[in-house]
């Protein structure tokens, strides 16, 4: 089992639509969880963190996170052409390692 | 704005050549944290850099190496490069927090 896992994807969503976007992990012991979003050939630009049970939102995103369930979701609402881009979950796990340990990423395409 | 510059943006190198990347935090801040991203592998932790001390490294062989010098810059060595090599490497800080990593633009490697 890996230990941040998201669907590869591509999610194709119609512009204007909710993306939803999903992430299992692991380590139970996790604290601290990210949505980082990463256009190609580009760095990952951080987007949200969450780090208590429920719903973040800001602006047209939501980060949902369910520690019981081990799983973190985004929302993206009203979808544009240019969210089109990679999304990579982080989870920073237990213990003082410094490390961010990212799933794979889910490639979503917005469409117009 | 990540507040982290990296040099050079592009390399290309030839097998068992060593290399060089380095990064530089703006404003001082003290942890550096670097990643590997290959093509079908995803952001892998590669080393941790704190007050100028390793905190931490990945699973990565010893050919991999760094150093943080006193103005909290840091650099990655890559020794005996193998074609695998090959990947977009990430420095990211944390603005002093040791939570929430931002990314520096990255630097692109090319092991021919």
């Known amino acids: 089992q890996k230990e941040v896992e998201q669907n590869s994807g591509p999610l194709s969503v119609p512009e204007g639509a909710i993306a939803s976007l999903n992430c299992t992990y692991s380590?139970?012991?996790?604290?601290?969880f990210f949505w980082y979003r990463q256009y190609s050939g580009k760095s990952p630009e951080l987007i949200m963190s969450i780090y208590s049970n429920g719903d973040k939102e800001d602006g047209r995103f939501t980060a949902q996170l369910n520690k019981a369930s081990q799983y973190v979701s985004l929302l993206i609402r009203d979808s544009q052409p240019s969210d089109s881009a990679t999304y990579l979950c982080?989870?920073?796990?237990?213990?003082?390692?410094?490390?961010?340990?990212f799933g794979q990423g889910t490639t979503l395409q917005v469409k117009p | 704005e990540a507040g982290v510059t990296q040099s050079p943006t592009h390399l290309i190198k030839t097998r068992g050549q060593q290399v060089t990347l380095r990064c530089s935090p703006i404003s001082g801040h003290t942890s550096v944290y670097w990643y590997q991203q290959a093509l079908g592998l995803g952001l892998q932790f590669l080393l941790w850099?704190?007050?100028?001390?390793?905190?931490n490294r990945g699973n990565f062989p010893p050919r991999f190496s760094g150093r943080q010098f006193p103005n909290y810059s840091s650099e990655l060595n890559v020794n005996a490069l193998e074609l695998e090599d090959s990947a977009l490497y990430l420095c990211a800080v944390d603005r002093g927090n040791q939570e929430t990593q931002y990314f520096g633009p990255g630097t692109r490697l090319l092991v021919l």
């Open positions: 850099y704190d007050e100028g001390e390793e905190r």
């Open positions: 380590d139970r012991g996790s604290q601290s």
């Open positions: 982080a989870v920073r796990g237990s213990g003082n390692t410094g490390k961010l340990i």
